[in-house]
């Protein structure tokens, strides 16, 4: 297979990544009024259409700034890459060797937040259309690049795209692993609601989809809460009245991957101040990244077990409140699964209220699409893993006929949704001529 890639692609897609790092495009608005997601997520949508008016394409503002698009090429058939701008906040920015939204390279590596997810992959594929433009080939299918900006939230992006747009004949999502992804378990996020406390607060984690990676508790009891947590094997770290628990974040869909600040230190917590939510997330979740205690055993071969995320908690005088991830197998419907969570939870006065549901994916191995896509990853690497299942959730399941491919390598450590979080330049190339050969055969034979 060809070799697309040259050093022009190379300079000028680092320079491109570096324009949509430096823009903190964390969802900072509730999408009722424009910018729908914030300031930074609008900014990093025009930024994003800019780069591909430079590439040859015309583009498409959303007026209402929920989405983009940028097109090329003739023909009937439209083939799809599906994008995501936003990004999960930033964290503990105690941890980060370098500012997360400043790109820095060392040592072969970009640094920033979204390199990996999913703005490295998404200029990976955009400089990978522009090395198959310049090879001078001729397209005769359409290519549309899609840019949501609700991705790490509730996907109303995507919702309003599906309303208004053309539906393509097929495509992929650069938000993922290689080779190429054929089902996705389904995704359901829910918050349990109970009392508040006046003896005590709390407002710890960031996001549905992203493990806990540190959880504080701020009281004149903190030296006590400090030795439970030691008595229990607890990492954690006591300054003044302020008691930090270490866990270590993920992504959700690997739970079992972390550690879960939250859960640890309501275990501490519970021993000294009685609450149901306490109560509930000791003795029903505890260190279980799989539900076990409040669902049996859910798991299926095809993608596995159940992950389930303690993602937040917030305790005020009047409310509690925690947030949860669970990743579904896809032979397990979400509406088996909510009456045993809603019974868990009653039995300690706690109510539920789901967020967000988005039914799994599945696509053939054998179907056209995953085929060619496995074959281009095979040829191109060496490598014949052959197409796999995944926890994740990806824009693939909001239209038909779409898989997630890459641009994360099997033997990479992923560092999606975490501290000092970068992209091998060297990988990114390899993505990226990956996608020229799935961009050329996609569109071009």
């Given at each position: 297979?060809?070799?697309?890639?040259?050093?022009?692609?190379?300079?000028?897609?680092?320079?491109?990544?570096?324009?949509?790092?430096?823009?903190?495009?964390?969802?900072?608005?509730?999408?009722?009024?424009?910018?729908?997601?914030?300031?930074?997520?609008?900014?990093?949508?025009?930024?994003?259409?800019?780069?591909?008016?430079?590439?040859?394409?015309?583009?498409?503002?959303?007026?209402?700034?929920?989405?983009?698009?940028?097109?090329?090429?003739?023909?009937?058939?439209?083939?799809?890459?599906?994008?995501?701008?936003?990004?999960?906040?930033?964290?503990?920015?105690?941890?980060?060797?370098?500012?997360?939204?400043?790109?820095?390279?060392?040592?072969?590596?970009?640094?920033?937040?979204?390199?990996?997810?999913?703005?490295?992959?998404?200029?990976?594929?955009?400089?990978?259309?522009?090395?198959?433009?310049?090879?001078?080939?001729?397209?005769?299918?359409?290519?549309?690049?899609?840019?949501?900006?609700?991705?790490?939230?509730?996907?109303?992006?995507?919702?309003?795209?599906?309303?208004?747009?053309?539906?393509?004949?097929?495509?992929?999502?650069?938000?993922?692993?290689?080779?190429?992804?054929?089902?996705?378990?389904?995704?359901?996020?829910?918050?349990?609601?109970?009392?508040?406390?006046?003896?005590?607060?709390?407002?710890?984690?960031?996001?549905?989809?992203?493990?806990?990676?540190?959880?504080?508790?701020?009281?004149?009891?903190?030296?006590?809460?400090?030795?439970?947590?030691?008595?229990?094997?607890?990492?954690?770290?006591?300054?003044?009245?302020?008691?930090?628990?270490?866990?270590?974040?993920?992504?959700?869909?690997?739970?079992?991957?972390?550690?879960?600040?939250?859960?640890?230190?309501?275990?501490?917590?519970?021993?000294?101040?009685?609450?149901?939510?306490?109560?509930?997330?000791?003795?029903?979740?505890?260190?279980?990244?799989?539900?076990?205690?409040?669902?049996?055993?859910?798991?299926?071969?095809?993608?596995?077990?159940?992950?389930?995320?303690?993602?937040?908690?917030?305790?005020?005088?009047?409310?509690?409140?925690?947030?949860?991830?669970?990743?579904?197998?896809?032979?397990?419907p979400a509406a088996d699964l909510v009456p045993l969570l809603?019974?868990?939870?009653?039995?300690?006065?706690?109510?539920?209220?789901?967020?967000?549901?988005?039914?799994?994916?599945?696509?053939?191995?054998?179907?056209?699409?995953?085929?060619?896509?496995?074959?281009?990853?095979?040829?191109?690497?060496?490598?014949?893993?052959?197409?796999?299942?995944?926890?994740?959730?990806?824009?693939?399941?909001?239209?038909?006929?779409?898989?997630?491919?890459?641009?994360?390598?099997?033997?990479?450590?992923?560092?999606?949704?975490?501290?000092?979080?970068?992209?091998?330049?060297?990988?990114?190339?390899?993505?990226?001529?990956?996608?020229?050969?799935?961009?050329?055969?996609?569109?071009?034979?």
């Open positions: 297979m060809k070799n697309w890639i040259t050093e022009k692609h190379q300079k000028e897609s680092l320079a491109a990544l570096k324009r949509l790092i430096d823009i903190p495009s964390v969802n900072t608005a509730d999408g009722t009024s424009f910018p729908p997601f914030g300031k930074a997520i609008e900014e990093c949508l025009t930024e994003a259409l800019t780069i591909c008016e430079e590439l040859g394409m015309t583009t498409y503002h959303d007026p209402a700034g929920f989405y983009g698009y940028a097109d090329y090429g003739q023909g009937e058939e439209l083939i799809a890459v599906l994008c995501h701008l936003d990004v999960v906040p930033a964290g503990d920015l105690a941890l980060w060797e370098t500012d997360p939204f400043q790109a820095v390279v060392k040592e072969g590596v970009m640094y920033g937040r979204g390199s990996q997810d999913d703005k490295g992959p998404t200029i990976a594929a955009l400089y990978a259309f522009k090395a198959v433009v310049d090879s001078g080939v001729a397209f005769n299918k359409r290519i549309r690049f899609v840019f949501g900006t609700d991705e790490e939230t509730l996907w109303r992006c995507m919702a309003h795209y599906n309303l208004k747009e053309e539906q393509p004949t097929k495509g992929f999502v650069p938000d993922s692993a290689f080779p190429v992804t054929y089902a996705e378990k389904g995704l359901l996020q829910a918050k349990l609601i109970g009392p508040g406390s006046t003896a005590f607060a709390l407002a710890c984690g960031d996001a549905f989809n992203v493990v806990p990676g540190n959880a504080q508790y701020q009281g004149q009891d903190a030296q006590l809460v400090s030795q439970k947590l030691a008595e229990l094997g607890i990492s954690q770290t006591l300054t003044d009245q302020t008691v930090t628990v270490n866990g270590k974040a993920v992504h959700s869909s690997a739970a079992g991957q972390g550690v879960n600040a939250v859960n640890q230190l309501a275990t501490g917590l519970v021993q000294v101040h009685s609450h149901p939510m306490l109560q509930f997330l000791a003795e029903k979740v505890g260190t279980e990244t799989n539900g076990f205690s409040i669902f049996g055993e859910v798991k299926d071969e095809m993608t596995g077990e159940l992950t389930f995320n303690v993602a937040t908690i917030k305790v005020t005088e009047t409310k509690s409140e925690i947030e949860l991830d669970l990743r579904i197998p896809v032979s397990y809603e019974k868990a939870a009653a039995a300690y006065g706690l109510t539920y209220e789901e967020f967000d549901h988005v039914p799994a994916l599945y696509v053939p191995k054998e179907s056209d699409l995953v085929q060619t896509l496995t074959t281009i990853y095979q040829n191109k690497t060496g490598d014949q893993t052959q197409p796999i299942t995944s926890g994740g959730a990806t824009y693939a399941r909001t239209m038909k006929n779409m898989v997630a491919f890459g641009a994360h390598f099997p033997d990479t450590k992923s560092l999606a949704h975490q501290a000092n979080e970068g992209i091998s330049i060297t990988e990114m190339v390899q993505a990226m001529d990956i996608y020229a050969e799935a961009i050329f055969q996609l569109c071009c034979n």
